[in-house]
């Protein structure tokens, strides 16, 4: 509970007094470099395999003729839309770029740069947190865009190459009764989880204490967290948005 | 000049710095000197807002930072530069953006006025011509000096280091030494160093304070440490072989 506490007083901090528009702005455009740019190859991979994995593995389970087989595309585009595409990217987006907001923080830290910044009159928190969480917030959802592309992709080739769908099969499965709402929610969800990850990284960096082992120790507290804070985040979104709808 | 009043810190049960009072002179190397963990350190920090006092004032120029509002805060910290125990440079900028960072933040300055003003301060260390070196290329004396011009560059009226001669050969620390107390001097600031390094207090320390389990045990100048009686300000000097033959050979 205290570090929750802790976590808010945290955004707190990082949200009030910010500096000037030109500077921060100039650190907003490093950080979408760093954390989006970055990111594709990774999410790219992932989200291709997970969408062919997706294909043969619902046309292994789907043995009944009377389903068509066009359900296939169907299954792989919801479950892409609704879940694969901003949860797994997020587990992979923590892995990477949460542990490395974590460990850049943390060296700052016992590095004592965060100190110099604070004898200098500026608001560290600010300064180095507030960059990478808008510049998340910004990335993440397009990653997930990417992510849904590829996996929806990934689904049509694995479908072709072991010859378990046609493309026409394909194509209309996954325009079939497409519920437009599904799209909204992954992209609520992917700036949800932008916010959770970019801010509970930093925040795991920022208080770092200790050498080199603990920088360790956060990066892995940094992965662990957000990957929990995302799945909890991932359950209430759809208990709520889901539901509602 | 800078003074503490009754400065006490705690961390949980543990007591670091128990009801210190000082002032540190303008235009004078003042020396905080102790064993490791007296809470020389700690105090530093209490002094420049990186730790908050449990008790106690600090006062710059008789401004109380230690109960000043943020906006208060900001314009006496504008006027701080610090020396940090490893420098802390950052990492992913260059010597010469290092160096420019407080401009850029903290003044108006024109652009080709930065890049004159960091020119000066570099050469002023003796580091002309390393603008584009990154840290990691430097040595540990090259970074103490690049920290050392960082905290100059935006003319501060006070300067504090951590350490300055920790992990440096003694030729290196002496330029070191030498180089604050020509800046203190030729900039008329309020300097402050942190030190465990005798050889530093008897080539710089123009106000001495000693610190021994978080409470200051004697204060005085490099001119009359020798002669001090406390018996915990002896066992610190005299720790080192070499002090202890100079004391043998002076008192024959």
Known sequence: MKSIGKYFIFLGITFSNPGSFSTYFKLFINECVHIGLSSIVIVSIVSAFIGAVTTIQTAYNLVSPLIPRYVIAQVVRDMTILELAPSITAIVFAGKVGSNIASELGTMRITEQIDALEVMGINSASYLVLPKIIATFFMYPLLVILAAFLSIFGGYWAGIVSGVITPQEYIYGIQFELIEFTVTFAMIKSFVFAFLISSISSFKGYYTVGGALEVGKASTSAVTNSVIAVLIADYLLAQLLLNLN | ?252
């Open chain 2, 1 to 252: 000049m800078i003074r503490i009043e009754n400065i006490s810190k705690s961390f949980g049960d543990k007591v670091i710095l128990s009801n210190i009072s000082g002032e540190f002179k303008r235009g004078m190397t003042n020396m905080i000197i102790g064993a490791s963990g007296t809470g020389k350190s700690v105090l530093l920090k209490c002094m420049v807002g990186l730790f908050e006092p449990d008790e106690g004032y600090v006062y710059y120029n008789d401004r109380d930072f230690t109960h000043a509002d943020r906006s208060k805060r900001i314009v006496i910290r504008r006027e701080i530069g610090m020396l940090f125990q490893g420098g802390a440079l950052f990492d992913s900028i260059n010597v010469e953006e290092n160096v420019k960072f407080p401009l850029d933040q903290l003044s108006d300055m024109p652009e080709d006025e930065k890049l004159d003003r960091i020119n000066i301060v570099l050469e002023r260390v003796d580091l002309a011509g390393v603008n584009k070196k990154m840290p990691s290329e430097l040595s540990g004396g090259m970074k103490k000096r690049v920290g050392i011009a960082r905290a100059i560059v935006n003319n501060s009226k006070y300067l504090f280091c951590d350490e300055p001669n920790s992990g440096l050969d003694p030729i290196t620390s002496i330029r070191i030494d030498n180089l604050i107390q020509e800046i203190t001097e030729e900039y008329n600031i309020t300097t402050i160093v942190v030190s465990h390094d005798m050889n530093s207090v008897m080539e710089i320390g123009e106000y001495v304070m000693f610190m021994y389990e978080g409470r200051k045990i004697w204060e005085g100048s490099k001119n009359n440490i020798m002669e001090a009686v406390e018996e915990e300000l002896n066992d610190f000097i005299f720790a080192n072989k070499m002090m202890q033959i100079v004391k043998e050979k002076s008192s024959l």
